[in-house]
């Protein structure tokens, strides 16, 4: 999903150990369809491809990191819209909120 996703990045050549143990505690919290995402966020940033101060680039080991990982997935290396895109992507998030908290209420019911 990787190599096929992040084309701008290095390749893969080799699930290490460690990186296989990596992907089974992602895989404790988040869904295969996060890593999709994550990749596709980080193919589209940017930032994370190097376009920074640093001429600093991101790798699978870099986005797997749970931290790291959450804050592709927040949208924080996201490259900066126009207005109207950002004001979208806050309407989604309401709304996503929104839907959230009446499945908890339901829950608590």
């Known amino acids: 999903m990787y190599n096929a996703t992040c084309v701008s990045f290095p390749r893969l050549r080799a ?7 990596a992907i089974c505690a992602r895989l404790k919290t988040y869904s295969v369809d996060d890593f ?3 990749f596709q966020k980080a193919e589209a ?28 997935l927040d949208g924080n290396y996201d490259n900066r819209g126009s207005q109207i895109q950002r004001t979208n992507k806050v309407a989604d998030e309401l709304e996503q909120s929104y839907d959230m908290m009446r499945k908890w209420a339901e829950e608590g019911s």
């Open 36 to 38: 999709l995402v994550t």
């Open 15 to 21: 699930l290490s150990d460690a990186r296989k143990k």
């Open 45 to 72: 940033s940017d930032f994370l491809k190097g376009k920074n101060e640093r001429n600093w680039s991101a790798t699978f080991d870099w986005m797997i990191k749970d931290s790291n990982m959450a804050k592709i």
